[in-house]
Each structure stands twice: as structure tokens, then as C-alpha cells.
């Protein structure tokens, strides 16, 4: 077990969240997923949008990872993934490893990145539009689109990198795209609490945003108990 201060993984990793992470992070259910228009912003390289379709749902990704051909991002996520191997192998308090070291998440993370790449060259060669490329806080989509929209691992995650500001204008363009917004986790990538988190709930409900704090279990790291609701009144 490595012990010592937890540390962040530096610049925006692409991971590659499992749809059983999503579902049991953002406290999704059943008829959400089958009856609802989900919007998953940032996808990154989860496979939650194409279990999503899969099970008869209508789900749409978007990140600007998506911008570049699949060899290419291939390589990223390959790369991103090695990253978080070194990242977790480091901090074995926080991150359980297995016999040989790894990560125990790292097969679920492996096995999730083949199914989203199998299923990014098919909306590739059929034009699905399943996949899109695209950045907050502006996203490529007309008003109410979505019924819900889940954000995972971007906002709250890099304190440093994303001020104040470009929080609250990415948590109103995804109000604008869906009715309701779940984001996940409230730390920051080193496990600390996203320290403005008041000021940015604060001027969401000032908005007349009705906020809303779920209880859910810890998945990558067991200290990300919380998830954020957000809902149009
Ligand atoms: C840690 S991953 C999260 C992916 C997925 N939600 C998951 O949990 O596995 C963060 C993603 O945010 C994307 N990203 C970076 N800047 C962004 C922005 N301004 N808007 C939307 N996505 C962004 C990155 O390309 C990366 O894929």
C-alpha cells in the first residue's frame, strides 16, 4: 500500500468510465436511460452511451476528443490509460491494486475502451452522429434537446485548470441543452472538495436553478460520495 498525500493527475485526462460506473454514480434508473434523450458531456471514452443505445435508449456523446480520427484517438486513450495505471499504482491507499499491481479497475476501464472504440468506427462509417466533437461551455445543440444530461470527471475535477466562471457557463449551457443536469464527482482529481462549490451552487439557485445534493456509492475512488442534481424549475 502506497501511503502519503493524494495527489491530481495534472492535465485532462480521456478516461473511460464503464456504464455500471455511470449508472451507479449519477444514481440512474431504468427508465431514464430507456424512455429520456440522455446527453453525456464530456464522453470521453466511456462506453455509457453505447450500452445506453444498446438498450433501446437515445444517447448522444460529446467531448473535443472526438475531433480526430480513430487511429489517432486510439493512441490518446491508450496513452491516458497508461497514465492513470501510473497515477493509481502510485496512491494504492486510494486506488486498490491486484496481485500483479494493477489497478483492480484497469480490465473494467480495458474492456469499456473496446467497446466504445468498436462502436466510435461504426458511428464513424455510418454517420450516426452518435459521437460528436465539441467543448463547454458551448455545445452544438438547439435549446431542451436532452431530458438529461450527465457530466462526469470534468467539472469539479480540474480546480486549477477551470475557473469559477467557465464553471458556472458550462453548468448554464448544459441547463440550456437539458432539462436536468447530474454531475459527478463534488473533488477535485487529488480527492479534495471542489473549494467553490458554494459560490457556484449559490448563483445556479440565484438563477432559479432548483440544486440538489444525492448520496451515491464511491466508484474509481471511494471518497466521491456526492453527486450534483440540477433541474430547470
Ligand atoms: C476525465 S475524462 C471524463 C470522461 C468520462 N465522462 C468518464 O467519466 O470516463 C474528461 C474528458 O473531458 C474532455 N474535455 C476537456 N475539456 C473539455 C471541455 N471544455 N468541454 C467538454 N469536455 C472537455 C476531455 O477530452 C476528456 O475526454
Keep these: 500500500m502506497t501511503l502519503g498525500k493524494a495527489h491530481g493527475i495534472g492535465d485532462v485526462v480521456i478516461s473511460v468510465r464503464p456504464f455500471a460506473d455511470y449508472v451507479a454514480q449519477f444514481a440512474l434508473s431504468d427508465p431514464m436511460l430507456r424512455g429520456g434523450r440522455v446527453l453525456d458531456c464530456p464522453g470521453g471514452a466511456s462506453d455509457f452511451a453505447a450500452a445506453v443505445r444498446n438498450m433501446g435508449g437515445h444517447a448522444t456523446s460529446i467531448d473535443p476528443c472526438y475531433g480526430v480520427g480513430t487511429a489517432r484517438l486510439t493512441q490518446r486513450i491508450t496513452a491516458d490509460l497508461t497514465r492513470v495505471l501510473v497515477w493509481t499504482a502510485a496512491q494504492t491507499d486510494r486506488f486498490p491494486i491486484d496481485e500483479h499491481r494493477v489497478w483492480c479497475h484497469a480490465p473494467a476501464w480495458r474492456a469499456a475502451a473496446d467497446a466504445f472504440l468498436a462502436d466510435f468506427r461504426r458511428d464513424r462509417d455510418e454517420n450516426t452522429r452518435h459521437y460528436q466533437p465539441g467543448a463547454l461551455p458551448r455545445l452544438p445543440f438547439p435549446d431542451d434537446s436532452f431530458t438529461l444530461a450527465v457530466s462526469g470527471f470534468l ?21 440550456r441543452v437539458a432539462a436536468e443536469v447530474r454531475v459527478h464527482p463534488l473533488n477535485g482529481s487529488a480527492g479534495n472538495p471542489y473549494p467553490m462549490l458554494e459560490t457556484v451552487l449559490g448563483r445556479l439557485a440565484a438563477d432559479g436553478i432548483r440544486v440538489d445534493l444525492i448520496s451515491v456509492p464511491g466508484q474509481s475512488d471511494t471518497r466521491d460520495t456526492q453527486t450534483l442534481r440540477l433541474t430547470r424549475r
Design 155 to 175: 467539472l469539479f475535477t480540474y480546480p486549477r485548470q477551470f475557473d469559477v466562471d467557465f464553471h458556472l457557463r458550462a453548468l448554464r449551457e448544459l441547463l
